[in-house]
Structure formats: structure tokens, C-alpha cells
């Protein structure tokens, strides 16, 4: 099968809301008048964001998963996106799982593919999306103040805990494993929420390389400490059985790393203030995405982790970085 035959069988869908999609030398969009656009990328490279032999189906959900992520946390409504992609070679039956995957969530949030590139290589997905947001209405890193709450939506730690089965330095029961394994390859980006936070959150970004280094970047751009309530966050993982009662299967820093320092959460964390509690759980509950509090933003600087009695953890959790040492 040559190139032209791959795009037509597998990624050309008629235009919807576009004005062009798939076919030409560009793809035509129309933004609604007046709107911002917001544009982002993200890149997935095999064997160093996803292992050799993933499950297609759920590859085609996280290429795209990973970048409604970033729009969510813009409050920015998803449009369309591109897809360019290096294959190794045209294998049909992993052609057709991972654009099953990929166009299922894309209809899910009525995000048009709307063209790409093509090309033979070693497997590499990169996907651009396209989202409009009302002007000035964009969730940024740098409005955070002090004394706002610090919010996560959803569940911290499962991928994390996943990938340490998977490489082989713990041991899952099997359910538990393959709960954590489905946060890891297929995350549920929150794209209903962050539209939800637009006038009420002061700062949002999604996590993708760790809660507290994530954190980081908001305390930097908004000139603010905070204090992080280790157990607060904690608490959030999905597996936690693993890690309660008589039966503790793993010890609190494993916990504390999973939820801390994870990466691959795509949750949202935000900064509000605390006379907004009431309209940040009311925006929850209308994108049907829980959200929880977990600490507060300081004026001092610098990022102090507390247990539930509010004394100082000691240690700390670095974040991911590709290029860290
Ligand atoms: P050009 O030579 O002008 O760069 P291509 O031959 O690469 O165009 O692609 C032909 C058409 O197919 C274009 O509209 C392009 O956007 C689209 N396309 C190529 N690869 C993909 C892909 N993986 N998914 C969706 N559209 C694609
Ligand atoms: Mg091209």
C-alpha cells in the first residue's frame, strides 16, 4: 500500500466544521469570528514515551489524549488537529486499531483531523491540535496569587505506578495492574473541566511530567511559593487499597513518588481563591470530573510539602525531564 492509499484508508474523514480537511495542499479553517485560537503540538516517540508493541488502539487515543490536554488546560475548546506521523512500515490491522483509537476520541470532542504528513521512519506520532477560546479567557501559569487553593482534578499516580510494574521494579496483582496501565496508555484528557474554570481558575496547566515540577512552572511564571499537602495528594491515586489498611502492599515514598512526581497524569492543576471554592465545585460537577484541594499558594517562594498535620516533608520529588541530568 503506498502513502496516498494509507492517508485516504485510514485518516481521510469528509470536513465537518472545516472549511477543507484532508486532501489538499493546506486544510482551510474558519474560527468563529472573534475567537483566539489556541495551538499546541506534542510528540510521542517510541521507546521513549511509549514502549515498543503498545496496544494501537490506545497509542491512537493517548497521540491525541496528550494534546486536548493542553487545550484543556487553555480552556480552550478542541476544533481540529494534524497528525504527522513515521512509520516503519504500512502494517494495516495496527494502521486500522490506531486510527480507531485516535478518531474515537476525536469524535468524542468533536475534533476534526484535518491533514498531516506521512512518511516511512522509525515510529514517531506528532499531533498539532487547534482550539478557540473567548479573548483574554485563556487559563495561563502566570495568574496565580497567594493565598489561591491548589486544585488537581481527577486521579495522581496510576501511570507512574504502572510503568514501575511494567519495567519491573514492583509487582501489580493483576487487576490492580491493569486499572493503572489503562491511566498510563489511555488517559482521559479534561477537556470539559478546563472549559468549566475559564473565569474562575487564576492559573491552570495539565500534568504531564510530574505534580510537583508541573507545579513548578506555575509558581515561576506567577512569582509565588506554595505549601503541598503530601497527603492530601496522595490520597488521590486509584489504586490506593495498594497502599492502606493491614494488607499495605507498598510503602508511603512509593505512594509519594507515584502522586508526587509521577508524570503522564494529564489531570489539571489550578489556582483559585478560596471565595471560589463554591464555583470550582460547581464547575466540577458540570464537567462531571472530580476535583480536589490540595494545598495553597504562598507569597514566600519556593514549594514547601506538608503531611496532614502541616509539618514540612522533608526530600524531594523531581519531576521528568528529557534532558535532565
Ligand atoms: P504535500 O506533499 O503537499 O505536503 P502530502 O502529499 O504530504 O502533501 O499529503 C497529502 C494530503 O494528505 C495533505 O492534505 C495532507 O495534509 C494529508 N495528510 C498526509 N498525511 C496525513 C496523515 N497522517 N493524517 C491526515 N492527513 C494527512
Ligand atoms: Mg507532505
Redesign the pocket.
Known amino acids: 500500500m503506498g502513502?496516498?492509499d494509507l492517508?485516504a484508508r485510514y485518516?481521510?474523514r469528509p470536513a465537518r466544521r472545516a472549511v477543507l480537511g484532508?486532501?489538499?495542499?493546506?486544510?482551510l479553517l474558519a474560527p468563529a469570528p472573534g475567537m483566539q485560537l489556541a495551538v499546541s503540538s506534542d510528540m510521542l516517540v517510541e521507546g521513549r514515551h511509549f514502549f515498543a508493541g503498545t496496544d494501537p488502539e490506545r497509542l491512537g487515543h493517548k497521540a491525541l489524549a496528550v494534546n486536548l490536554s493542553d487545550l484543556a488546560a487553555c480552556g480552550a475548546r478542541p476544533l481540529a488537529f494534524?497528525?504527522?506521523?513515521a512509520l516503519p512500515r504500512a502494517d494495516e490491522p495496527w494502521l486500522a486499531a490506531f486510527a480507531r483509537g485516535l478518531l474515537a476520541l476525536a469524535d468524542e470532542h468533536g475534533c476534526e483531523?484535518?491533514?498531516?504528513?506521512?512518511t516511512q521512519g522509525p515510529l514517531n506520532l506528532c499531533i498539532t491540535v487547534f482550539g478557540e477560546v473567548p479573548p483574554g479567557q485563556a487559563l495561563l501559569r502566570n495568574g496565580a496569587r497567594a493565598g489561591d487553593d491548589l486544585w488537581v482534578s481527577g486521579t495522581l499516580g496510576d501511570a507512574r505506578l504502572a510503568l514501575e510494574a511494567l519495567q519491573g521494579r514492583i509487582a501489580l496483582p493483576a487487576g490492580a495492574l491493569a486499572a493503572a496501565r489503562a491511566r498510563l496508555e489511555a488517559p482521559t484528557p479534561r477537556v470539559a473541566l478546563g472549559q468549566a474554570l475559564r473565569g474562575i481558575a487564576t492559573s491552570a496547566l495539565d500534568v504531564s511530567d510530574g505534580l510537583l515540577g508541573d507545579l513548578g512552572h506555575i509558581l515561576q511564571a506567577s512569582g509565588v511559593g506554595a505549601e503541598v499537602d503530601a497527603d492530601a495528594a496522595s490520597h488521590l491515586i486509584a489504586a490506593r487499597a495498594l497502599f492502606t489498611g493491614d494488607i499495605a502492599t507498598f510503602d508511603v515514598e512509593l505512594l509519594r513518588q507515584c502522586t508526587l512526581a509521577g508524570g503522564d497524569d494529564y489531570e489539571l492543576a489550578f489556582t483559585a481563591p478560596p471565595a471560589r471554592r463554591e464555583a470550582v465545585a460547581q464547575a466540577a460537577q458540570a464537567a462531571a470530573t472530580p476535583v480536589a484541594r490540595i494545598g495553597r499558594i504562598r507569597a514566600e517562594p519556593g514549594l514547601r510539602l506538608v503531611d496532614a498535620q502541616g509539618c514540612t516533608i522533608p526530600g524531594r520529588y523531581a519531576s521528568f525531564d528529557h534532558f535532565g541530568g
Open positions: 502513502e496516498f492517508i485518516f481521510t484532508v486532501g489538499d495542499d493546506c486544510a494534524t497528525l504527522a506521523l483531523l484535518i491533514g498531516g504528513d506521512t
